[in-house]
């Protein structure tokens, strides 16, 4: 039986169990009218043409195999060897004691070809372990040498990229059209090393601290008795999280299901913060804008997708040359600016709004990896990879991704994970670091100490981070400005009529599973608080009475009294 075919009745089974739970149901289909959300609220560029995006993947054909005995040796058909180099006879029959005996162990063919098989698979991300990628290139188009010395900013300079999208919470191979924020992560091997931006299409995240990260992704994946998802989990956790409503109400707008990775934006999210050669600093967040478009799917258009329709679609439209472009732009503000915020700049709970964006370059992906394992599945994105002229902000998440990520990537890749093709930058690496499993580091000096006068390696004081002040009570504390609900209420009144429709329906699907009246009342709450049309219409759909949503917003603005009315 062909793979596909087993793929197709896995899908299939899927589809029959979605029923109305949106988190739960398979996506996208590849027919696709879909509207440019929120176009209003994101950025713009002019002439930004459009696609609705069709890919009419070709059937991937088989490229023919050769009996391993047929016309070995010729330039046409390679010789097989063992991984030692060594060339093999015979590829289809164990090293057996004659018609009725054992097999061997001295096949050595045999134990290697098993043994590889076995240890084929690497521990997969323990988030965003679904994904795709594309190679491509990025091209600075301003000057913004006066709020960053990074390299790769001169203006007209190309650099090279690759880039990884993914779903958050479902596992490999799981289907594409999974509700979830989706990842859109970038690597660039600048002359001055790699800079990883790892950000999400979504412009903010559910939490505010790193602390809080385990128990979210806890709540979100298959509950550990019953192996399901399971919306009773994931609503406990997020009716003690006000600070989520912003992102749950994006990821449950169609949002959450986008009709190709070539029609989202992408978000770094966090503020971070931009230095210039003379050591001056401001505090940036940047966005991809899609020049394809943000296109999404609705529920109905999701429940007739197929699996890897994501990927489908990004492989087939760069096989046809119909490249994918995006335009980065950044938004910048000084310390100076936030005393007139009423939330806190730092908190990746809001987005900057009103603060004006500039476009600093721009992003073609045109290639697809020759191997998915070794570029897609071992690339390694981590916030810590930062050049010269970008540093990290006080943000509370970034703080603990910075991290996360490498020390994961530690443990499902190797200690050497940076030495991989794909991981490796371009600029040399030059440090004592050493030694550990599968190391290629080609060293041949003995002087792995510094300083070492007998072999003298230099450290660039141009290079030295950016200083700062910081007097502060140490405490373990929530941020002054939480401010947790006025932005969700923004984002549903910029949503069209059907989209605020899709909105409620969406949501309503995951919440009407949830058996606890209690929790069910505060997550409306936490909507109406946002927008009351928008709670309103929620708490009919989940049959909560709005006396008792009336009565959580009380005890919610009683328990948090500087909440109250912001808007
Ligand atoms: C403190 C909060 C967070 C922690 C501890 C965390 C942790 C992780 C970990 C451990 C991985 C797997 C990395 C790997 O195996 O290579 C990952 C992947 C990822 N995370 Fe986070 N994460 C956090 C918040 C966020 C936020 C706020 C965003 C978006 C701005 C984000 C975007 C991503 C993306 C895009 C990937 C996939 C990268 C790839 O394609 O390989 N994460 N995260």
Redesign the pocket.
Known sequence: MKNLNSRQAMAAMLLAAASTSALMAPAAAQTMPVADTQAETRMTTAAAPVSAGKPALAQAGVAGTVDAKGDAGSAATPQMTRDNGAPIGENRHSKAAGDFGPVLLEDTTLIEKLARFDREREPE????AR?TGAHGVFTATADISNITSASLFASGKQTPVFV?F?TVIHPSGSPEGMRDPR???TKFYTDQGNWDL???NLPI?FIRD?IQ?PDMIHSLKPSPVTNKQDPNRFFDFFSATPEATNMLAHVYSNLGTPASYRTMDG????AFKLVNAKGETVFAKFRWISRQGVKNLNGAQVATASWNYLTDDLYGEIAKGDFPVWDLMVQTMKPSEFAKLDYNPFD?TKEWLGVPFRKIGEMTLNKVPTNFFEFTEQ???APANMVPGIEASPDR?LQ??LF??SD??RH?IGANVMQLPVNRPLASVVNNNQDGQLDHATRTSDVNYFPAATAAKSTDARYRASTYAVDAMVDAKPIAKTNNFAQAGAFYRALSAQDRADLVTNLAGDLNVVTSARTKTIMVSYFYQADQDFGTRLATAVNVPMADVSRAVADYRAANPAQTTRR
Do not use: L
């Open positions: 991300r323990v988030v965003h994904g990884r993914s990842g859109f992560a790892v950000g999400n995240f790193a990260f978000n770094g999210v966090h990746d690339s390694a994105f998440m603990g991704r996360s990520y994961t990537q499902r």
